[in-house]
């Protein structure tokens, strides 16, 4: 009788620290996601300004829309487009010649694809061990 109360007790154990371990993983993979979908968004958005680069000849002489926020657009020219300002971390920006900004965006993406890669892995990861984990929660509820 205490075997049983004991064996009872240790699957209570188990089961606890697997819905634990559930837990755990289900927010780290939450957090995963989160982090490979705001990279998307800023690679979408660096991969947009080195179109903007390619096109720069195209817009000397040309007159464009600012966004100030808020619905409100300010009208203005370009003469020559010829340099770019550009983030480069650490909220430091630099004024760059374009062929030089664009170098500068490209290897930012790999970096930054070599960076993804790894989230992605770790995810992988994560996934096995969330499907593990399922499984041993539903043989132990099943008994």
Request: hydrophobic residues 40%.
């Given at each position: ?6 064996s ?43 179109e ?22 300010i ?69």
């Amino acid at each position: 009788m205490a075997d049983d109360k004991t064996s009872q007790q240790d699957l209570q154990e188990m089961l606890a620290q697997l819905q634990y371990l559930q837990n755990v993983y289900t927010q780290r993979y939450d957090i995963l996601n989160e982090q490979i979908a705001t990279y998307n968004i800023a690679k979408e958005a660096v991969l947009r300004n080195i179109e903007m680069i390619d096109r720069s000849g195209s817009m000397d002489n040309k007159t464009i829309l600012l966004n100030a926020d808020g619905g409100v657009y300010i009208e203005a020219g370009i003469k020559k487009l010829d340099k770019m300002i550009t983030y480069v971390g650490a909220s430091y920006l630099v004024e760059k010649p374009l062929a030089e900004a664009k170098d500068f965006l490209q290897s930012t993406l790999k970096g930054g694809d070599a960076a993804v890669s790894k989230l992605i892995d770790e995810k992988r990861k994560v996934e096995k061990e969330l499907f593990d984990i399922s499984y041993k929660l539903a043989a132990i509820r099943q008994g």
